[in-house]
């Protein structure tokens, strides 16, 4: 499912127009970004979490001439599901 098949599956069970869908779409994903990228945990109850988390500096290896190379620190976002989505997914 991609962004458009979102909008319409949510404009057929709300009843609102896909342009008023289609904004709040847009404004929530921001919306998590942004926080996220503010360094804040963004926690949708029964769906999961978004939060930044950190990773370290490291060694790893090129593929091809298996030269070691040196990956740098950086930040990255993670999601975790919440328990009710992950029982969903499971059946």
């Known amino acids: ?3 458009a098949d979102l909008v319409n599956s949510v ?3 709300t009843g609102e127009t896909k342009t ?3 904004s709040i779409v847009d404004a929530t994903i921001k919306t998590i ?3 996220v990228v503010d360094g ?3 926690s949708i ?4 979490s978004f939060e930044p988390r950190d990773r370290s500096a490291r060694q790893g290896l090129n593929p091809k001439t298996g030269e070691k190379i040196a990956i ?3 930040r990255v976002p993670t999601f975790s599901a919440g328990k ?3 029982d969903s997914v499971q059946g």
């Open 33 to 35: 970004v942004d926080s």
């Open 72 to 74: 740098p620190a950086k």
């Open 45 to 48: 109850l029964g769906f999961g």
């Open 20 to 22: 008023v869908v289609s």
């Open 40 to 42: 804040k945990k963004v």
């Open 84 to 86: 009710q989505f992950k």
């Open 1 to 3: 499912m991609n962004k």
């Open 11 to 13: 404009s057929a069970q």
